[in-house]
């Protein structure tokens, strides 16, 4: 499964999710844009500029951020959203941070198995 798969919910969520390991390390990179970009390529950016927008406005906090990653409850579509998070992290360089935020979320979906 990759993102394109993911329902407009379950994209909310990423997207969501994405904004808390971009802020992370309180630095939006270059690297960081184009993953997003690349992510915005897979989805189709038609779609993709309309989940983006309902993430802006419907997920405004971190706590509805961690709520949004709570709803996703299909195991594929929480293993794409992981891979997805990671490959973003990564393509500058996953710091402590970054790094915390994978690890919460993780555990997140390992208590709600």
């Known amino acids: 499964m990759t993102l394109t798969d993911l329902t407009d919910d379950e994209l909310v969520a990423f997207i969501s999710l994405a904004r808390l390991v971009i802020r992370a390390d ?13 992510f915005g390529e897979q989805v189709g950016f038609p779609r993709w500029k309309v989940v983006v927008a309902r993430a802006m406005t419907e997920v405004t906090s971190r706590d509805a ?6 709803a996703v ?41």
């Open 65 to 70: 951020s961690m709520e949004s990653a709570r």
């Open 26 to 38: 309180l630095e939006f990179s270059e690297d960081e844009e184009d993953a997003l970009e690349a």
């Open 73 to 113: 409850s299909r195991p594929d579509a929480r293993k794409a959203i992981q891979d997805g998070l990671k490959s973003l992290a990564a393509s500058d360089q996953i710091v402590p941070a970054e790094q915390a935020v994978l690890d919460q979320i993780a555990k997140l979906w390992r208590q709600s198995s």
